[in-house]
């Protein structure tokens, strides 16, 4: 489905596909209910992004797209992870709101309208995100996220009583700017935060998820994370304070031990303390040595043009 100009929908959602093939019909068939209900029939678009889903979901998504003009969908060449995908997507989307959610219908599509209109009605404000109630995620991502909120609030200077989920609508001026980003880690929250501090937050009821398991694991999690904390140098500053402390302590301590040796010459020697030192050290050293591989490495694939993602086909244009 293409928009002209002059009939741009009033709303566009985004939603990265992974391992969904069972759920996709249900999804698309909400977001529809929710919006139509709301009179909103012939303004939005769903846009699914297969994020080289190995099972059956653009099979699916292909399908729905011939059977529904409202939809749209997009098939990348590898997986490239969430937040790319939803890059993907955001270059399509043309609606004056973008909605970005989940695949797994733990995001009330009902609440689409919601967050649409709390940004209608509040012509200060860029991005609306939402604030779980009843979270149905397990222990161990709860602990997580609750982490992943403290380093946000460190590294990318994050309201305290903002929480990043990935359920948020954003304005279209703000998808332009964050669709600049050329480079291949992307982390959208961060993105957000370094364009705008103009929120509005919208409290949702979690839901669980339709079926199925989620995908988003450990080793995804941790990827994650990364993204975030390499998407600005407060890791950097970290590591160089660190090392400053470190050299002041360092001095501290030879001018303690060589007076302790002046003073008392029957003193032994420390081995213990020494080698917990060297070890104290050369853990702190290969930290921040890493720390800068990372920089550096993501520095030089950024340099080589590694593709934030790469497009097989859309329904708009086969292969």
Not at 25 to 42: F, I, K, P, Y
């Amino acid at each position: 489905m293409t928009f002209q100009p002059q009939t741009l929908p009033r709303v566009s959602v985004v939603v990265p596909v992974y391992n969904s093939e069972a759920i996709l019909e249900e999804l698309a068939r909400q977001v529809a209910g929710a919006l139509s209900q709301e009179g909103w029939d012939g303004q939005f678009e769903l846009i699914l992004v297969n994020d080289c889903s190995p099972d059956g979901s653009w099979r699916v998504i292909t399908e729905l797209a011939r059977r529904h003009p409202w939809v749209k969908g997009i098939s990348l060449r590898k997986n490239f992870g969430q937040h790319n995908a939803l890059m993907a997507g955001l270059h399509h989307a043309r609606g004056a709101v973008v909605v970005l959610m989940d695949d797994d219908l733990q995001h009330p599509p009902t609440d689409i309208v919601r967050l649409v209109q709390a940004l209608e009605n509040d012509p200060s404000a860029d991005i609306c995100y939402t604030r779980y109630l009843g979270r149905q995620h397990a222990s161990w991502k709860k602990l997580g996220s609750r982490f992943n909120d403290w380093v946000a609030n460190l590294v990318l200077k994050k309201p305290k009583d903002l929480y990043l989920s990935s359920f948020k609508a954003l304005r279209r001026e703000v998808v332009q700017e964050i669709i600049r980003y050329d480079g291949p880690f992307t982390y959208v929250d961060g993105l957000i935060l370094n364009i705008t501090r103009a929120f509005v937050t919208v409290d949702i009821q979690h839901q669980a998820r339709h079926t199925g398991k989620s995908n988003f694991g450990l080793r995804r999690s941790v990827s994650l994370w990364l993204k975030m904390a390499t998407s600005s140098i407060f890791p950097l500053r970290v590591a160089t304070m660190l090392g400053f402390t470190l050299t002041l302590l360092s001095l501290a301590m030879m001018v303690f031990f060589v007076y302790e040796r002046l003073t008392r010459p029957d003193l032994p020697a420390g081995w213990t303390s020494l080698v917990a030192i060297i070890l104290l050290l050369g853990g702190i050293q290969t930290f921040c040595i890493g720390m800068l591989g990372e920089y550096l490495g993501r520095t030089y694939l950024k340099l080589n043009r590694l593709p934030q993602f790469s497009v097989r086909e859309t329904t708009d244009s086969p292969p």
